[in-house]
């Protein structure tokens, strides 16, 4: 089991920045050869792909963002501390959601939630106009 936790959501104003952490505890010993991501749901809508970085001997760190968030957001993963950022910039109202941090014990670079072996709770982001 992988228990993935998130935190950093919050309100802020169109332009502004926020900073998403997903921490990740439990049988994690394969966390540094593992694929993580972060998706997001807006009310009434599905769970779409935002970013995934991928490490290990197979890629060493490769990373992926939806067209949505490329030169805004930009992921990174501290493997020492097993901790996932998503680091968003220029945020826009349309980036309201819930976003969930998710864990794969493998590489994949798929943008399907179904991948996926486990999740966070997730943490609200509101962006005001």
């Known amino acids: 089991q992988v228990q993935l936790v998130e935190s950093g959501g919050g309100v802020v104003q169109a332009g502004g920045s926020l900073r998403l952490s997903c921490a990740a505890s439990?049988?994690?010993?394969?966390?540094?050869?593992?694929?993580m991501a972060w998706f997001r749901q807006a009310p009434g809508k599905e769970r779409d792909f935002v970013s995934a970085?991928?490490?290990?001997?197979?890629?060493?760190?490769?990373?992926y963002y939806a067209d949505s968030v490329k030169g805004r957001f930009t992921i990174s993963r501290d493997n020492a501390k097993k901790i996932l950022y998503l680091q968003m910039n220029s945020l826009k109202p349309e980036d309201t959601a819930d976003y969930y941090c998710?864990?794969?014990?493998?590489?994949?670079?798929?943008?399907?939630?179904?991948?996926?072996?486990?999740w966070g709770q997730g943490t609200q982001v509101t962006v005001s106009s």
């Open positions: 998710a864990w794969k014990g493998s590489y994949t670079n798929s943008k399907y939630p179904s991948v996926y072996d486990y």
């Open positions: 439990g049988n994690t010993f394969t966390f540094s050869r593992s694929t």
């Open positions: 970085i991928a490490w290990g001997d197979w890629r060493g760190g490769s990373v």
